[in-house]
């Protein structure tokens, strides 16, 4: 199962993106990284480990595979890589 991420500002670009991944993967799990929830700085470290610069941004096992809202094509082609 692969690790995945998800970088969030808790805007509706933010929530769309989440609900379509979890409606099109319902059995994925997913870390939440969300701006307002990062009190100690780790999540800001983390987004700038990884690369963040935009959210929304979904991370799979440590590589940032889609930033910005995504078009249902472009999760489909994340489902070999989500459902494996």
């Given amino acids: 199962m692969p690790q995945v991420e998800f970088f969030s500002a808790e805007c509706r670009l933010c929530d769309r993106t ?5 409606g099109m993967f319902p059995n ?42 995504p078009t249902p094509g472009d999760l489909a082609a994340l489902a070999p890589i989500l459902r494996a």
């Fill in 28 to 69: 994925l799990q997913i870390t939440l990284h969300r701006a307002s929830e990062c009190r100690d700085g780790s999540c800001c470290a983390l987004a700038e480990q990884y690369g963040v610069r935009a959210v929304p941004a979904l991370v799979i096992d440590g590589r940032v595979v889609q930033v910005g809202l």
């Fill in 18 to 22: 989440l609900g379509m991944l979890e």
